[in-house]
């Protein structure tokens, strides 16, 4: 019974398309995944596997010798292949290179060649070259020789007998082109070819904003190494995307949702633990002022309030510079607009809701002292949050920080030590007299 | 002098890719972005203005008149030209539509009936159809006669004498098929088409799975009434994330980093506003406990780790939660478990970092009462913003609300209240003895 409906479960997900089996996967629970994986057919493991995060990709293969891995990589896009192999122990990456062709290996080894993170480690080898002195019809007739022409391509790539790369001959072009016109005559020069050390985020700032189906790869001397291709792009978008938003939270690390209570409990802990030091700071500036709360228990009711504005205010603006930051917008000739401009609106606001605030722990304790005191320490306090939300992420930005990890502890940190110092700080002062 | 130089700019702008001019504009001060969008020639005005955030299109459309629009939308694709058209007021949309011709506002209309975020209102009404009788050879003859095919055709669409959708002939097949063979023998047909009204944000994760470069619009019918193309769900994913991202701080309507004073003013002072609301509430949980505070000060030293840590660890599961919601992981059959493993982690946390909090304290304050009673209070909290953190996001989805905007407001409340309530109380028994 049990396993005639485990053959359903495989029949069924053999029959999805591979990255909805490795979706199903990654939205399953620890043990159901294992199982799941069991299930998948040789065939379309390779496919699978390519769909799922590098966390679940390198859980799988740990479970692999290089020969299953071997035979799972067979027809498996070469840059697919790479991401895989950078994944394994050394020894098992030349165990499954030496188990390819001569040809494959080639192709390979010169992905791996390039860092995971560039345009060389993005590119598949799989394009079709053209010369430019060859006539249209010389190549549609050349094409109809393919059995297959690569997924993702809409333009073929004209290059020189030292394969250098010279220009793109669309698709689109070609087939609304008088059969006797030449290549070199049809074809863009326009574009600019990728060098293969391009951060993968560059790439993908220009295949946006050149709409971009794929574009090609090419080394220091021009030489055409491969093409790029848009599903690999949407996954790089998709991945900083992911990456900025998790960081905020120190979740950097956290790409599987499912992660067993394991792997996710030390991660987490040592972020709090970060953060438990920030708090340990923050609580030693009050501890400086224990008279003076002693005198006026008021205050320990309203400083958080003056601390908690402050995060509220300087992580929005922090938020819009890391943002602005990651999509290229920042530069140092508007940086200092941006910075003023912040100011301004943390002043605007810090003295609109000090008013507010005043107002309310006027009403609330019947203390105009009280009212002044926290008045002034809220705007000490928003205006402390707007330069250090506006400078901070620039800072670390430019010292090689991620400014989405690092930022918010650190931002946090100052706009707890200033709002406590400055309200206990300032009501030290006015109630002594 | 002076206006030689402004030649200079000008011609320069214009020569580079209008997405390009745009991203040159976005990342303008607001003085600036107005002079350069003077320079821009209205030849690739549209293509701009195409390529603009909304909240930038609608400030330069305003100063535009109808004939104004009309001339700029000529040449645009019908999906631009669509997405212009909704931000202008009702008259000069109707206006602008009046100016063209039959065939271009029929098209136009038919865009415009959908909604933006949806898979109607994403569409191009830009695509080549083709019957599946014909041969091959007609194709290619057929193709021949057009002067262009749309950018991103990736493949012709099979349609019916009712125009209704009946496959996909790649162009990649069409070129190295027998010409002899027919579109019926060669095409696929086993791409379901997109329902126009289908949310913008499943047709990404459509196109994401299945590597899509372009994909068939059909009404309820299956009628054929466009195509959707990779670049719109690239900007749309971008929007998506961008969104996720922002709303996390409150900032869900802020898309222009370089927004003036007066536009960023109001809706940070709204969120601060919000929050303090929420600061308040907190703080009057302390004004229940102030005689306890005023017998043992350290109290109020230590409440705002609690408070803290707890924000900390409930942002972090919320966190996940959101990502998970967004991209479609998370269902009825597994957040059981995720809540379960949050719960665990909160626990095992909890428990690590109050017996660190504990001896920490009782070496700062020398008090054991105090230790104990600060570990035991985070330990509720942590437990406590697991819960939160993982269940609210899911019920705020549920009942339709943003769990990204609402979500980190609600949750900080929540672990501020019981951080300071189950410390001060806990305090509150423990020295009454």
Redesign the interface.
Known sequence: RDSARIADVSSMLNDM?P??VA?LI????PKLRHILWQLVDTEIEGEVIG?LSEELQSLFLAEMDAAEVAVMTEGMADDDIADILQQLPGAVTQEVLASMDQQDRARIERVLTYSEDTAGGLMTTDAITIRARVTMDVV?RY??R????P????SLIVVNSQDQYIGLLP??TL???DPSASVREMMITDIDPIPANMPDTEVARL?????W?SAPVVDENRKLLGRIT??D??DV??ED??H???S????DE?QD??A??LR??PR??L???I??LT??V???V??LF?ET??KV?????????V???GG??G??T???LV??IAV????RS?QG??IN?EL??GM??GF??AA??GV?ASLWFNDWTLSLVIAIALIINLITAALTGATLPLFLNRIGIDPALAGGVIL?TVT?VVGFLSFLGLATLFYAR
């Open positions: 398309p990255a909805d979706h990654e939205s399953s629970t769909e549609l094409l109809r393919h059995s297959e022409i997924s993702m391509t809409d698709l689109r087939l609304v082109s295949f946006e904003r050149n709409d189906v848009i599903d792009v949407v978008i998709r995307a992911d900025s938003f998790m905020m939270a120190g979740l956290e949702t499912f067993p209570i996710t409990t987490r802990a972020w709090l633990g953060n438990l708090a340990f923050a609580a030693s009050i501890n224990q709360i002693e228990v008021a205050l320990a009711v309203l400083m958080p309030i601390a908690s504005m509220i205010a992580t929005q922090l938020t819009v943002r602005g290229g917008q920042i530069s508007n607009w941006l401009r301004a609106v605007i606001n609109l809701w507010v605030v309310a946090t707890d």
